[in-house]
T-cell receptor, first 114, second 109 residues
């Protein structure tokens, strides 16, 4: 158990809908990362937050947005869902945002878009 | 073309044997290189993290090497165990991280 929690574990929805994935980092960790893992594209970095501020952005679509709240939990919002958005979404956390900080991954949320 | 290439794509070895996984990258500028172990359907677990000034980093039976000149890294697993069966993923960069497709390792008794 990494100490990172993600809810829900599974989510099934329809195309065009909007969903929110939630992540609680390890106690004391200030940085949160979101990743997408699909069968055809592997793991991709989406976005990073550090202490409530966006720190880095990867291959995140405009239909996706995220935020980190004052209590340091984070939410990833996915809208206008498409079939191709079906994937495992992981959240990870680290103490700060250093280059060599260990990232601890949560168990993931499996999103299925029908 | 992916900026992080891993080989082999898959590997089967017998329990107790050693193996080496490869990672070649073209990501620039280089910040750091990470190796992760990922069991099917679970989140990746960090094995090693190296900056460009580090040549080798060990974590138990896992030893990673880095040659920043040739932009190559390897992950050596010693005395493999059944629990080593997993995907091993190489990740390069900080900020906009780039992921390799992974090597699927199967350890058989």
């Amino acid at each position: 158990d990494s100490g990172v929690t993600q809810t829900p574990k599974h989510l099934i929805t329809a195309t065009g809908q909007r969903v929110t994935l939630r992540c609680s980092p390890r106690s004391g960790d200030l940085s949160v990362y979101w990743y997408q893992q699909s069968l055809d594209q592997g793991l991709q970095f989406l976005i990073q937050y550090y202490n409530g501020e966006e720190r880095a952005k990867g291959n995140i679509l405009e239909r996706f947005s995220a935020q980190q709240f004052p209590d340091l939990h984070s939410e990833l919002n996915l809208s206008s869902l498409e079939l191709g958005d079906s994937a495992l979404y992981f959240c990870a956390s680290s103490v700060v945002a250093g280059a060599t900080d260990t990232q601890y991954f949560g168990p993931g949320t499996r999103l299925t878009v029908l | 073309k992916n900026q992080v290439e891993q080989s082999p794509q898959s590997l089967i070895i017998l329990e107790g044997k050693n193996c080496t996984l490869q990672c070649n990258y073209t990501v620039s500028p280089f910040s750091n290189l990470r190796w992760y172990k990922q069991d099917t359907g679970r989140g990746p677990v960090s094995l090693t993290i190296m900056t460009f000034s580090e040549n080798t980093k060990s974590n138990g039976r896992y030893t990673a090497t880095l040659d920043a000149d040739t932009k190559q890294s390897s992950l050596h697993i010693t005395a493999s165990q059944l629990s080593d069966s997993a995907s091993y993923i190489c990740v390069v960069g900080r900020g906009d991280m780039r992921f390799g497709a992974g090597t699927r390792l199967t350890v058989k008794p």
